[in-house]
């Protein structure tokens, strides 16, 4: 069964952390939602506060256990991922051992950050085309090696699915698509 640890961070946007991980809970993926602060109570972006199952702190202190995927959702909480040196460490010990990291909106600023985004195809939202001026303005999902990225809210199904197709199989994401109508 595929892990994914899943970071929400004060002012995350709910569609982009809760499509995708419905969808992978859906698939069957062990999905740890850790809070990025020390609580378990996380708000979102429109004023949604989602209990997560733990925080970041307990799972570094625990070892540091390693997933599958590390999911970055985006929208206006970014900037506290992108502050935090402990999600560039987890984002770059991630992509040391060639695991998943998928991104959404905002947060492939994070990769960028990193210095992961060179040389890749990639996108995310049009806000943050400034910094990331190689955005693929008109792909709804990219992937390139062991980054996934998405553009937004309205692109949170499609990448949902994506990582479904990547952890699993494009027939199991066509089998979770089906159960959902899309």
């Known amino acids: 069964m595929p892990t994914v640890l899943a970071i929400l961070a004060e002012g995350f946007e709910e569609i982009e952390a809760v499509a995708p991980i419905d969808l992978l809970r859906r698939a069957g993926?062990?999905?740890?939602?850790?809070?990025?602060?020390e609580g378990i109570h996380v708000t979102?972006?429109?004023?949604?506060?989602?209990?997560?199952?733990?925080?970041?702190?307990?799972?570094?202190?625990?070892g540091g256990r390693?997933?599958?995927?590390?999911?970055?959702?985006?929208?206006?909480g970014v900037k506290h991922l992108r502050a935090d040196p402990r999600i560039r460490a987890l984002v770059l010990r991630q992509h040391?051992?060639?695991?998943?990291?998928?991104?959404?909106?905002?947060?492939?600023?994070?990769?960028?950050d990193a210095g992961l985004l060179a040389g890749h195809r990639y996108t995310a939202h049009s806000s943050v085309a400034g910094e990331l001026t190689e955005i693929l303005v008109n792909e709804r999902v990219v992937a390139d090696g062991n980054l996934l990225t998405s553009r937004g809210a309205g692109t949170a199904l499609d990448f949902g699915l994506?990582?479904?197709?990547?952890?699993?199989?494009?027939?199991?994401?066509?089998?979770?698509?089906?159960?959902?109508?899309?």
């Open 29 to 37: 993926a062990e999905v740890t939602v850790a809070a990025l602060g």
């Open 44 to 62: 979102g972006r429109t004023g949604i506060t989602l209990h997560a199952d733990t925080t970041l702190t307990t799972i570094e202190s625990t």
């Open 66 to 76: 390693e997933f599958d995927c590390l999911f970055l959702p985006g929208g206006p």
């Open 96 to 112: 040391a051992g060639g695991r998943w990291l998928a991104a959404i909106c905002a947060a492939p600023t994070v990769l960028h």
């Open 162 to 182: 994506l990582l479904v197709e990547k952890l699993y199989s494009p027939e199991k994401a066509s089998e979770i698509a089906r159960s959902i109508c899309v």
